[in-house]
DNA sequence: TGATCTAGTTACCTAAAGGAAACTGGGTCG
DNA sequence: CGACCCAGTTTCCTTTAGGTAACTAGATCA
């Protein structure tokens, strides 16, 4: 079987869709550092909702990204981890995220530019 | 300034939402390969709308990482470019589009065992 | 004159994404 | 007994994404 992105019907694609999610990107970011808990997460990700944060962290464990970890613990506490798996993927979102973080001067100058040049 | 992608108030974030956009992200590797034009891009990448090719190709050409260049032949063609920014990027999400045609059978795989563990 | 190429834009509409907030449930503290 | 912790789930509602399809406009060919 040929592996082409460009095909809609190409498995690679619902993987895509998966991967071009913001919030997902940023919990697999994230428990690249270190195991984090689900009350953690709500704190530390800035503006994701309790049922974004539980939907995207089933997704992510669906897809064998991220592995839960519930302990018998008083509350009870629930630990979420990258799997090796994960970490293949996370690596590479890395990069993604330092880009967007050294290249965000550049976009914004692109935009202010462009947004000139298009009012004249 | 410090860059926190996890604040949502940081400029990165916006450019990370830019990002996490299935349709940019396969335009800017198909550019990246060599310059397309508009019906073309439409040919290629399967299940792109019309609306949509030219709505996402004016987010990246205003974000500085295409280049739109109108040649005046009859009919008139319209060249569309990756910029030296947008091949930074590019490069990156080159890696994250071999990621997901690499381990497209871990993640299906991933889920059929989860699915499985879910549903007894 | 009407069909066809180019590259789009616009209007309409629906399905889905996702936010806010209330609620569950088990346990502990005061 | 009531308040508060964690880790979610559920409901309701609004906003947006995005698809379809029609339309623009200039030039060419038959």
Redesign the interface.
Known sequence: ME?N?????C??RM???R????WA??IL??LCQQPVRFNQLLR????ISQKMLSQTLKNL?????IKRQAFPTVPVTVEYSITA?GK??SS??N???H???D??D??????V???GRMAS
């Open positions: 592996y992105v460009y095909a809609s019907a498995p690679t993987i895509f869709d991967i071009s999610d913001k990107l940023l970011d994230r530390e990700i800035d503006g464990e669906r897809d064998g990204l798996l293949t993927l590479t979102v990069v993604l995220i880009w967007a973080q290249n965000g550049a976009v914004l100058a692109a935009q530019e462009y947004d």
